[in-house]
């Protein structure tokens, strides 16, 4: 299992990124995924995630009504679009891939990870 996130950049407070993590090796219909991301000096921290069918999520407290999930299972690729982008959401992202079961927002719950891609929000 590969996993390949893209689409980080700097962008101004209030401002919209979408980012992908194209997935290879198994079918992403047939998993649960997810989103988390980590900031300078902080754990890594759930922020998104959705089943394998798409049809149920899960947000974070702090992106809950900025944050949408989803998924083309299709093409195999995950996106967060985020939107009123704070400067507090900086960090770097990184897309997972669900291992099993336990906690949805627990990292160790996740066995495959990509890259991890920044997003940088100015103030």
């Known amino acids: 299992v590969q996993l390949q996130a893209s689409g980080g950049g700097l962008v101004q407070a209030g401002g919209s990124l979408r980012l992908s993590c194209r997935a290879s090796g198994r079918p992403l219909g047939s998993v649960s995924m997810a989103w988390f991301r980590k900031a300078p000096g902080k754990e890594r921290d759930f922020v998104a995630w959705s089943a394998a069918t798409g049809l149920s999520t899960l947000y974070a407290d702090s992106v809950a009504g900025r944050f949408t999930i989803s998924r083309d299972n299709a093409k195999n690729i995950l996106y967060p679009q985020m939107d009123t982008l704070k400067p507090e959401d900086t960090a770097v992202y990184y897309c997972?891939?669900?291992?099993?079961?336990?906690?949805?927002?627990?990292?160790?719950?996740?066995?495959?990870w990509g890259q991890g891609t920044q997003v940088t929000v100015s103030s």
């Open positions: 997972a891939q669900s291992a099993g079961h336990g906690s949805l927002k627990s990292p160790s719950t996740y066995g495959y």
